[in-house]
């Protein structure tokens, strides 16, 4: 956070929000087939990218709805990005049931790999701002009729 503040006023602040995740495979793990994402939270609607090793991505689906399976095709891939999440949903970043996701898989195995949240910084929320206002009013008034006495 970076914001300036006044002594005794009251500032509503949020963590950061996730507004997307990376999945990748862990090393000789299969790739992944499909995805399965979460139903009700925002509008439901997520974009889905293709991830390369340098981090590169490549739109595959726009405003793929929650509940629908999505097939990455007959080889798989060994990461994607699910973006497009609603800030507005809120998600913690560090709560591990915020976006439960359905992965299948191309091949038997173990599956060591990630699922990594992408943040956004949350901002003050606008009744900060409105208490800030508030608060230099008050201040004001005070200095105003201090002078007239």
């Known amino acids: 956070f970076n914001f ?21 495979i862990g090393a000789g793990n299969p790739d992944f087939k499909s995805v ?9 609607k997520y974009d889905i990218f293709g991830l390369s090793t340098t981090g590169q991505t490549t739109l595959l689906a726009h405003d793929w709805l929650g509940g629908a399976v999505f097939d990455f095709g007959t080889l798989g891939v060994d990461a994607f990005r699910i973006g497009g999440i609603d800030e507005s949903a809120g998600l913690d970043p560090s709560n591990v049931t915020a976006f439960v996701t359905g992965l299948t898989f191309e091949n038997d195995g173990v599956f060591t790999g990630t699922q990594t949240p992408l943040t956004v910084d949350a901002v003050p929320e606008p009744e900060t701002y409105a208490l800030l206002l508030a608060g230099f009013a008050m201040i004001g008034a005070v200095v105003r009729r201090r002078r007239r006495l």
């Open 36 to 44: 399965l994402l979460p139903t009700g939270i925002g509008d439901g």
């Open 4 to 24: 300036s503040v006044a002594a005794g006023q009251t500032y509503f602040i949020d963590p950061a929000v996730a507004v997307g995740y990376d999945y990748r």
